[in-house]
């Protein structure tokens, strides 16, 4: 019993950590070393490139001021409104686009001309029409969020097992119950991933539009920084934005499956 | 009567080609958003809250025609030699990466993760940091959608190096191909295809990170063209300009969509999101 379990501590465990910790470490270790060496081979001065030590010395002097957690709640509040938004109303149309025949025919031509002018081309628009408030944001990150929805919806809806709507019509659902109750649910594994790529869409959407014209957010703080040649704190921006992102697409990771199992 | 059990020859569903059917439905809807959008313009022409001005579809239209007959091909030009080159490196720099990754073990499982953890910082995170190396010229924005490419194909080309099937593998063997036989014919091929397909992916990616490079290093270019007309409160032009971006974006997407189909029938991938 003993030597089994001993086993199966050096046959299983032991490569697993070897292969999922150790050799991830020491590639991270070669990334490092490489910065270092650049800078001492080059002889970079900080505003080029700092160190990785004096880097993450500034995100963690950056984690202890009112003032970065400021420009990080900014950011998530843009974002969070602008993606409820956009998802509620992506669903909606896609799902009205998949359901209806005359109506996907009808909508397409504007759906695919818009789409295809990049949220990031609204930002100057945004900016004209709602200056640097935050409700030019919300409405850029829903617009990126909606059109990603959409088609994901509509593709999701389309699709549905044929066989699913036969059964649904024939217990005699009328076309708003099938919709809401068949149609809905078995599209919801697509529409999950598609919610997850959209946040992803959104969260650089938020950050690019603080490039522009911003009074307060992660975007604004990276390029205020970028201007003053505070390389290293441009970095950490960037890390804090990589950070943030990676947290909001886990979140809604873990939102759609608990919705999926709640199903 | 016999006759009544006749297949009565009522009204077909079908009258209509459904072809012209979807025609005719997809330009009513665009003349229901051209009418609802000149209506807007006409209620909001005498202050709207906080759209303080929207120009009508015509002013658009008239000043993107003034656009063209000037300036548009010299910025169009530039900002697709930016993106032709930066996807052009991005690509290729993914390619090759990702067969060192996907088919070394050892590199894979030390490297991957460090790409994976790259990832997650888009290309546009990298704006200000590359105005700072590389200014406000051609290879900043070079720079950054070669990253937003690379950042996409990457996933595809480890996937498509490890995706060569176990039999093929074998029967190459069988056949006494040696190692670079076998890797010519049959993991570069299948590399490169999905390479392809990242790339056709991708595009979206590099062309928004052109946008963003444009609108923040403005010197020429549409994005630089997009930033000079917001700062002079030309709203038509501003318009203008974005239907540029959308149509150039539609028409990059449909040329790879089609030479897709033609160079790998058998791959029906649908269209992916950018990521």
């Not at chain 1, 999950?192 to 959407?205: E, H």
């Not at chain 2, 997009?226 to 990059?252: H, K, N, R």
Request: include cysteine; aromatic fraction near 10%; charged fraction near 10%.
């Amino acid at each position: 019993m003993k030597r089994s379990v001993h086993l199966v501590a050096k046959r299983v465990l032991l490569p697993l950590v070897a292969h999922r910790v150790l050799l991830p470490l020491v590639g991270v270790a070669c990334v490092l070393a490489a910065w270092e060496a650049t800078l001492i081979v080059y002889r970079l001065p900080a505003i080029v490139l700092p160190s990785p030590w004096s880097v993450a010395a500034t995100l963690a002097e950056l984690a202890g001021t009112a003032a970065f957690w400021r420009d990080v709640g900014v950011s998530l509040y843009e974002f969070i409104a602008g993606y409820t938004l956009g998802v509620v109303l992506g669903v909606a149309i896609g799902m009205l686009i998949g359901e209806s025949r005359h109506f996907r025919m009808a909508a397409t031509p504007v759906v695919e001309l818009l789409r295809f002018i990049v949220p990031f081309a609204w930002i100057p628009l945004t900016i004209l029409w709602f200056g640097t408030s935050y409700t030019g944001k919300i409405l850029l990150v829903a617009y990126a969020v909606f059109f990603v929805m959409v088609v994901s919806t509509a593709r999701a809806v389309i699709h549905v097992e044929p066989t699913l709507s036969r059964v649904g019509t024939m217990l005699g659902m009328g076309p708003w119950r099938l919709a809401w109750q068949v149609h809905l649910r078995a599209a919801a594994p697509m529409l999950a991933s598609a919610a997850r790529a959209a946040a992803a869409i959104g969260w650089i959407a938020v950050v690019a539009a603080e490039y522009i014209g911003a009074s307060a957010g992660l975007g604004l703080m990276i390029t205020n920084a970028a201007t003053s040649l505070a390389t290293p704190v441009v970095i950490a921006g960037m890390i804090a934005i990589g950070i943030v992102g990676a947290g909001v697409s886990a979140c809604i990771g873990l939102l759609s499956r608990a919705w999926l199992d709640y199903r | 009567m016999a006759t009544t059990l006749q297949p009565v020859a009522t009204a077909s569903p079908r009258r209509f080609p459904p072809r012209a059917v979807a025609w005719v439905l997809g330009a009513a809807g665009g003349a229901v958003a051209i009418a609802a959008w000149t209506l807007l313009s006409h209620l909001l022409a005498h202050g709207g809250g906080v759209i303080n001005r929207l120009p009508g579809p015509l002013s658009v239209v008239r000043e993107l025609i003034r656009y063209a007959g000037t300036d548009l091909a010299k910025d169009l030009a530039f900002s697709l030699r930016v993106f032709a080159i930066g996807w052009l490196i991005g690509a290729a720099a993914a390619a090759v990466t990702g067969l060192l990754l996907g088919r070394s073990r050892w590199l894979g499982k030390v490297f991957l993760p460090v790409v994976e953890a790259i990832r997650p910082v888009s290309s546009i995170a990298w704006v200000p940091l590359s105005i700072v190396w590389f200014g406000f010229g051609l290879t900043s924005k070079v720079f950054l959608v070669g990253l937003a490419v690379f950042l996409v194909v990457i996933v595809y080309a480890v996937d498509g190096s490890r995706r060569v099937p176990a039999d093929l593998e074998r029967t190459a063997t069988m056949l006494g191909m040696n190692g670079w036989q076998r890797f010519r014919s049959l993991v570069l091929p299948g590399t490169l295809a999905e390479v392809l397909i990242g790339s056709r992916v991708a595009l979206m990616a590099g062309w928004g990170t052109v946008i963003v490079a444009e609108l923040v290093a403005a010197d020429s270019g549409l994005g630089a063209h997009l930033i000079s007309v917001e700062q002079s409160y030309d709203v038509p032009a501003v318009i203008a300009t974005m239907l540029c971006f959308g149509v150039t974006g539609w028409l990059m997407n449909g040329a790879f969509s089609f030479a897709e189909r033609r160079l790998m029938p058998w791959r029906h991938d649908g269209e992916t999101h950018d990521r």
